[in-house]
């Protein structure tokens, strides 16, 4: 089932989300659910707090091209357990901030550690689009959006433009 996505500013996404104790039913739905939500945007990563609910949940996949297999992903109480030197630039986008972009600047390689929704411990090592994407979906567990890390001009211009579109969307 789709979940309607929270549009920036909302003060859900400016939270740092509680850590997940137990895989239940409901997170297990979460996760489908967010899956669900993210492919139909269409997006490549989407986090608990851009649903509205406030828990260390990230779901992803990052493939692109049109003949490769699907990876999606979903990692509870995920954690970047290391970073290298070397750091890479990319436009980033969020569901929660439609059609606006900005270069962000983050690690290029990021080394992680969750937990997949079966309960077992991953560690795996990310490059490329799929290392800005986790480092974005986890910035959102605290609270933390990409158009933090742009000037304060863009950041204002971006956010009076998102306050406008919400009322347009709440008169529709
Ligand atoms: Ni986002």
């Known amino acids: 089932m789709k979940r309607p ?7 859900r996404l ?4 509680a850590p997940v104790t137990e895989i239940t039913d409901d997170l ?3 996760a489908r659910d967010m899956l ?3 492919y139909d945007a269409p997006g490549i990563g989407l986090a608990a707090p851009q649903v509205g609910v406030l828990t260390r949940l990230i779901v992803l996949d990052c493939v692109k091209g049109e003949h490769e297999a699907p990876r999606p992903i979903v990692m509870i109480n995920p954690e970047v357990v290391a970073s290298s030197d070397e750091t890479r630039v ?3 986008g969020c569901l929660s901030i439609p059609e606006q972009y900005g270069e962000v ?3 290029a390689e990021v080394e992680l550690r969750w937990t997949g929704v079966d309960g077992h411990e991953h560690r795996e090592g990310f490059g490329g689009l799929w290392a800005t994407c986790v480092q974005h ?7 933390k959006l990409f158009i933090d890390y742009l000037g304060a001009m863009r950041r204002q211009l971006i956010t009076r433009r998102m306050v406008k ?8």
Request: aromatic fraction near 2%.
């Open 90 to 92: 990319y436009e980033e």
């Open 36 to 38: 669900e939500t993210m």
């Open 5 to 11: 996505i929270l549009i920036h500013p909302d003060p």
């Open 14 to 17: 400016k939270k740092v989300c």
């Open 105 to 107: 600047t983050r690690p």
């Open 28 to 30: 297990r739905a979460l």
């Open 165 to 172: 579109l919400k009322r347009e969307q709440a008169r529709a």
């Open 137 to 143: 979906e986890i910035d959102h567990l605290n609270g």
